[in-house]
């Protein structure tokens, strides 16, 4: 029954129990005339003003503290729910705020969650004085949430607001809901998979540190360089990179440190300046220039004929080539038709011919071959290039003229040297055997000599 039906039902007995009241004194009293005259009986008389007055009698009270049919007896409390002026201030029923035994529904906090959730609303009921009661008998408030799978909070959401919880360290790190179902969630790490770090930047062995021992991740990368300070980019020098394995970093690939200055337009030792470096070419004096070597000039006996830089000065002109006993020319007739004092027709060409650009040394042996009463002869001829300076030795036996010959002729001079013996008409054989030497002196040539052997003098 709601509130509005109770308190009409309650108004309506007690309208009927005083009017009951009523009609009972009505009908073992006296008389309730208005006017002048008084009556007495034993339950009471009529006042002069037509109302019951107190003497003689007490009239019965019905439903309050009130005579019928006379003026109610004034009390201090008004009491609520008998529409009767219980304190006679002329208001019925005043300052009451409900009929007593009344209840209503109630809800002392947020009407907005009422109903949502956990939260239900109470009731209060009406006491004897028609005040509410203060206390809201059954209400559910609003109240912290817990994992109970109720809305504890009464925001239209169940066991919210835990989130996540995490347990555990490295790989072996768990991160599981806090709340699930209802109930809390145990969490419960991994174990490590791996007790041994691998430097890849994870904690394998879940002790709350990562790559321990560990210099590097494996497969990172970084410049590398060591050679001195500040010659990084200088010249040819250039840093490397180094790859980590396993957590350590391997070697510098690829880096150029310092090293010595060579001749060719290049800083080796990466200070800044190029075509520092000295040249050491063999048999030769050399400068560095130009980003490379040059021959300046060539150490005596020597000649640079190739074009070759590196090799240096690469012809020798002297040696140990022009010791004895030397190239053997060979055995030839040098009297009769080929010597002096014999007919002849002419002169003939050379019957050897060497060439070379270094001393040497030859042997030849002229023959009497002839019954002509002759010398036994032979002519060197030595065909020298211009400037270098070749001399020509001729040694023999005891039969020629003069067993020791050399021209000494200057540079780029040719040299004859003509030897001969004596012949003896028959007597027995008067051929020599000659050594032939071609001596460098001096000078500088590309070109080669000629050494010619003549068998007449012409």
Same mark, same amino acid.
């Given at each position: 029954?709601?509130?509005?039906?109770?308190?009409?039902?309650?108004?309506?007995?007690?309208?009927?129990?005083?009017?009951?009241?009523?009609?009972?004194?009505?009908?073992?009293?006296?008389?309730?005339?208005?006017?002048?005259?008084?009556?007495?009986?034993?339950?009471?008389?009529?006042?002069?003003?037509?109302?019951?007055?107190?003497?003689?009698?007490?009239?019965?009270?019905?439903?309050?503290?009130?005579?019928?049919?006379?003026?109610?007896?004034?009390?201090?409390?008004?009491?609520?729910?008998?529409?009767?002026?219980?304190?006679?201030?002329?208001?019925?029923?005043?300052?009451?705020?409900?009929?007593?035994?009344?209840?209503?529904?109630?809800?002392?906090?947020?009407?907005?969650?009422?109903?949502?959730?956990?939260?239900?609303?109470?009731?209060?009921?009406?006491?004897?004085?028609?005040?509410?009661?203060?206390?809201?008998?059954?209400?559910?408030?609003?109240?912290?949430?817990?994992?109970?799978?109720?809305?504890?909070?009464?925001?239209?959401?169940?066991?919210?607001?835990?989130?996540?919880?995490?347990?555990?360290?490295?790989?072996?790190?768990?991160?599981?809901?806090?709340?699930?179902?209802?109930?809390?969630?145990?969490?419960?790490?991994?174990?490590?998979?791996?007790?041994? @770090?691998? $430097?890849?930047?994870? =904690?394998? &062995? /879940? %002790? #709350?540190? +990562?790559? *321990? !021992?560990?210099?590097?991740?494996?497969?990172?990368?970084?410049?590398?360089?060591?050679?001195?300070?500040?010659?990084?980019?200088?010249?040819?020098?250039?840093?490397?990179?180094?790859?980590?394995?396993?957590?350590?970093?391997?070697?510098?690939?690829?880096?150029?440190?310092?090293?010595? @200055?060579? $001749?060719?337009?290049? =800083?080796? &030792? /990466? %200070? #800044?300046? +190029?075509? *520092? !470096?000295?040249?050491?070419?063999?048999?030769?004096?050399?400068?560095?220039?130009?980003?490379?070597?040059?021959?300046?000039?060539?150490?005596?006996?020597?000649?640079?004929?190739?074009?070759?830089?590196?090799?240096?000065?690469?012809?020798?002109?002297?040696?140990?080539?022009?010791?004895?006993?030397?190239?053997?020319?060979? =055995?030839?007739?040098? %009297?009769?038709?080929?010597?002096? !004092?014999?007919?002849?027709?002419?002169?003939?060409?050379?019957?050897?011919?060497?060439?070379?650009?270094?001393?040497?040394?030859?042997?030849?042996?002229?023959?009497?071959?002839?019954?002509?009463?002759?010398?036994?002869?032979?002519?060197?001829?030595?065909?020298?290039?211009?400037?270098?300076?070749?001399?020509?030795?001729?040694?023999?036996?005891?039969?020629?003229?003069?067993?020791?010959?050399?021209?000494?002729?200057?540079?780029?001079?040719?040299?004859?040297?003509?030897?001969?013996?004596?012949?003896?008409?028959?007597?027995?054989?008067?051929?020599?055997?000659?050594?032939?030497?071609?001596?460098?002196?001096?000078?500088?040539?590309?070109?080669?000599?000629?050494?010619?052997?003549?068998?007449?003098?012409?």
């Amino acid at each position: 029954m709601n509130s509005s039906r109770l308190r009409f039902s309650l108004r309506r007995t007690a309208s009927l129990t005083f009017g009951l009241a009523l009609l009972g004194a009505c009908a073992d009293g006296g008389d309730l005339t208005g006017g002048g005259g008084s009556s007495s009986s034993s339950e009471g008389g009529r006042g002069e003003d037509g109302t019951r007055d107190g003497g003689g009698g007490s009239a019965s009270n019905f439903g309050g503290n009130s005579n019928l049919g006379g003026q109610a007896e004034c009390g201090d409390t008004e009491l609520c729910g008998d529409n009767v002026d219980n304190n006679c201030d002329g208001a019925t029923d005043e300052d009451c705020e409900c009929d007593p035994g009344e209840l209503r529904e109630c809800y002392t906090g947020d009407m907005a969650v009422a109903g949502i959730g956990a939260c239900v609303r109470g009731s209060q009921d009406c006491d004897e004085f028609g005040k509410w009661s203060a206390i809201c008998q059954g209400e559910v408030l609003p109240s912290d949430e817990t994992c109970d799978g109720e809305d504890n909070d009464c925001d239209g959401a169940v066991d919210d607001g835990f989130g996540d919880i995490s347990c555990g360290q490295g790989l072996c790190m768990v991160t599981v809901p806090a709340c699930e179902n209802g109930a809390p969630v145990e969490c419960v790490p991994l174990d490590p998979e791996d007790p041994v @770090e691998d $430097c890849e930047g994870e =904690d394998d &062995d /879940c %002790d #709350g540190t +990562a790559d *321990e !021992g560990c210099l590097c991740e494996t497969g990172e990368t970084q410049p590398c360089y060591s050679g001195p300070a500040g010659t990084t980019g200088v010249g040819i020098c250039a840093a490397g990179t180094q790859t980590c394995t396993n957590g350590q970093w391997g070697n510098c690939v690829g880096e150029v440190t310092p090293g010595t @200055e060579s $001749c060719d337009a290049l =800083d080796q &030792d /990466c %200070d #800044g300046n +190029a075509n *520092e !470096g000295s040249c050491s070419l063999p048999n030769a004096t050399s400068t560095c220039s130009g980003g490379g070597c040059n021959i300046s000039s060539c150490n005596t006996g020597w000649d640079h004929c190739d074009n070759s830089i590196p090799n240096g000065c690469e012809l020798q002109h002297s040696g140990a080539s022009n010791s004895a006993p030397g190239q053997n020319l060979g =055995d030839f007739a040098a %009297d009769a038709a080929y010597g002096f !004092g014999c007919a002849s027709d002419g002169c003939e060409g050379p019957i050897v011919t060497q060439t070379g650009t270094r001393g040497k040394f030859f042997n030849i042996s002229a023959l009497e071959d002839s019954s002509c009463c002759a010398y036994v002869s032979l002519r060197f001829e030595l065909v020298v290039p211009p400037g270098v300076d070749y001399d020509l030795h001729v040694t023999g036996n005891a039969c020629m003229a003069d067993p020791g010959f050399q021209s000494l002729n200057g540079a780029g001079l040719n040299e004859v040297i003509t030897v001969w013996c004596e012949d003896d008409c028959g007597g027995g054989d008067t051929g020599f055997d000659a050594g032939i030497e071609v001596r460098y002196y001096g000078g500088h040539s590309c070109d080669p000599w000629t050494l010619n052997v003549y068998r007449r003098e012409c």
